[in-house]
């Protein structure tokens, strides 16, 4: 009996909320708020003139920027038929930057589809009004382009439309104004990095580098990272440690003492919101001193040299073979001939034909005499008749 108790309390509840709701006319349904229309505010700048679809409301973003949509609903945003993107649901604030159309972090202001699409929208802009966007007159000549402008070359459509482009340097600036006005932090600092070597570090612990800040890993790869001596590069492992925020290098052979050698940090490292690392290359040597492992071998100790500093590319001098002059000694010599016969003694062996070609006799006059080449078997020389 006192459970049928409980389930009548409850229908009584429920009951009399059913009656309070409908005696409250305009008052909503239970659950309020997620039920009632709400008003956001799309923005990079206010945006005049997109069109906005959800599942309750259809419509174009007034001169405020202003666009109607229920909680927890998608909305998606387009100018003509070309879709800009879509919100899952609506942020708490209200508003629709440009970064929540992209899903990506509102503190990210150099996504590259973030700053195209930033040109796009300010290129569009009827009177570049810095504190309103106004695409209510231009986005007419996108009323036959559908798709997402994501898959699109927002550069191609504004010169197919006849529409000058604004620079990136410049949309990139008004995103970051846009955030500033409106109270949303974005991250503009680039990461910094050093190298953790020390006078005696243990080559097979690997070669670790410190960022000022957490890193992409993904941004990691072999286009961006390489490892290589004066006679190539150098095959080796990395890992990042978020936690520390700490980059090692591994190389796969022995370092070999005496040799300078060169890694590089490429361009494409970058940190969670895509603020670029500067480019670096770090260049260390191995002296002669080595230090033991437990496993007996030894491994050169790395002294760290200039870490920040770019060096030259080594210079490549082609190495050209030294060839050693053919001696010639001619037996007898200052002697009359015997039996018409004479040596000629070359320092190393020759071709018969070639001998033919260098070897001439001459009498007094000038004149060519005949002669007859032979060589004389097992050794480098010919004998003359």
């Not at 509102?106 to 290129?123: G, H, P, T, W, Y």
């Not at 070359?153 to 006005?181: C, F, G, Q, W």
């Not at 070897?359 to 080449?373: C, E």
């Given at each position: 009996?006192?459970?049928?108790?409980?389930?009548?309390?409850?229908?009584?509840?429920?009951a009399?909320?059913?009656?309070?709701?409908n005696c409250?006319?305009?008052?909503?349904?239970?659950?309020?708020e997620k039920?009632s229309?709400?008003v956001g505010?799309?923005?990079d700048?206010?945006?005049?003139?997109?069109?906005?679809k959800?599942?309750?409301?259809?419509?174009t973003?007034?001169?405020?920027?202003h666009?109607?949509?229920?909680?927890?609903?998608?909305?998606?945003?387009?100018v003509?038929n070309?879709?800009?993107g879509s919100?899952?649901?609506?942020?708490?604030?209200?508003?629709?930057?440009?970064?929540?159309?992209?899903?990506?972090?509102?503190?990210?202001v150099n996504n590259?589809?973030?700053?195209d699409?930033a040109?796009f929208?300010?290129s569009i802009?009827?009177?570049?009004?810095?504190?309103?966007?106004?695409?209510?007159?231009?986005?007419?000549?996108?009323?036959?382009?559908s798709?997402?402008i994501?898959d699109?070359?927002?550069?191609e459509?504004?010169?197919?439309?006849?529409i000058?482009?604004?620079?990136?340097s410049?949309?990139?600036?008004?995103?970051?104004k846009n955030?500033?006005?409106n109270?949303?932090?974005?991250?503009?600092?680039?990461?910094?990095?050093?190298?953790?070597?020390?006078?005696?570090?243990?080559?097979?612990?690997?070669?670790k580098?410190?960022?000022?800040?957490?890193?992409k890993?993904?941004?990691?790869?072999?286009?961006?990272?390489?490892f290589k001596?004066?006679?190539g590069?150098?095959?080796?492992?990395?890992?990042?440690d978020?936690?520390s925020?700490?980059?090692?290098?591994f190389?796969?052979n022995?370092l070999?003492?005496?040799?300078?050698?060169?890694?590089?940090?490429?361009k494409?490292?970058?940190d969670?919101?895509?603020?670029?690392l500067?480019?670096?290359?770090?260049?260390f040597?191995?002296?002669?001193?080595?230090v033991?492992?437990?496993?007996g071998?030894?491994?050169?100790?790395?002294t760290?040299?200039?870490?920040?500093i770019k060096?030259?590319?080594?210079?490549?001098?082609p190495?050209?073979?030294?060839v050693e002059?053919?001696?010639?000694?001619?037996?007898p010599?200052g002697e009359v001939l015997?039996?018409?016969?004479?040596r000629?003694?070359?320092?190393?062996?020759?071709e018969?034909e070639f001998?033919?070609?260098?070897?001439?006799?001459?009498?007094?006059n000038?004149n060519?005499?005949?002669?007859?080449?032979?060589?004389?078997?097992?050794?480098?020389?010919?004998l003359?008749?």
């Amino acid at each position: 009996m006192k459970y049928n108790k409980i389930f009548y309390s409850t229908l009584l509840l429920s009951a009399i909320g059913i009656t309070v709701v409908n005696c409250g006319g305009n008052g909503g349904s239970l659950g309020g708020e997620k039920n009632s229309k709400q008003v956001g505010i799309l923005l990079d700048s206010v945006i005049y003139g997109a069109k906005y679809k959800s599942k309750s409301y259809n419509g174009t973003t007034d001169k405020e920027g202003h666009f109607d949509f229920k909680k927890n609903e998608k909305v998606s945003f387009y100018v003509g038929n070309l879709e800009l993107g879509s919100v899952e649901h609506v942020k708490s604030d209200k508003l629709v930057v440009l970064q929540d159309i992209l899903r990506i972090d509102r503190k990210n202001v150099n996504n590259e589809k973030l700053i195209d699409m930033a040109v796009f929208l300010q290129s569009i802009d009827k009177d570049k009004n810095p504190n309103i966007i106004d695409v209510r007159e231009l986005s007419k000549r996108f009323s036959e382009v559908s798709g997402s402008i994501k898959d699109k070359d927002v550069y191609e459509l504004l010169r197919s439309a006849d529409i000058p482009t604004i620079s990136k340097s410049d949309a990139k600036e008004h995103v970051m104004k846009n955030l500033t006005d409106n109270t949303i932090s974005y991250d503009d600092i680039n990461p910094t990095v050093k190298a953790e070597f020390t006078d005696n570090v243990d080559v097979k612990s690997g070669f670790k580098f410190k960022f000022s800040e957490s890193i992409k890993a993904t941004s990691f790869s072999s286009d961006t990272l390489s490892f290589k001596s004066s006679n190539g590069y150098i095959s080796f492992a990395y890992e990042y440690d978020d936690a520390s925020k700490t980059l090692s290098i591994f190389p796969k052979n022995t370092l070999q003492i005496g040799s300078t050698y060169e890694i590089n940090l490429k361009k494409g490292i970058v940190d969670l919101y895509d603020n670029p690392l500067e480019p670096q290359i770090f260049t260390f040597s191995t002296n002669g001193t080595n230090v033991t492992d437990d496993d007996g071998a030894t491994d050169p100790v790395v002294t760290p040299t200039n870490p920040t500093i770019k060096p030259k590319e080594p210079t490549v001098t082609p190495t050209v073979p030294v060839v050693e002059p053919l001696k010639v000694t001619f037996y007898p010599q200052g002697e009359v001939l015997v039996n018409g016969e004479f040596r000629v003694k070359f320092s190393k062996d020759v071709e018969l034909e070639f001998a033919k070609k260098i070897v001439h006799l001459m009498d007094k006059n000038g004149n060519l005499v005949p002669v007859i080449l032979e060589k004389e078997s097992g050794l480098s020389s010919e004998l003359l008749k």
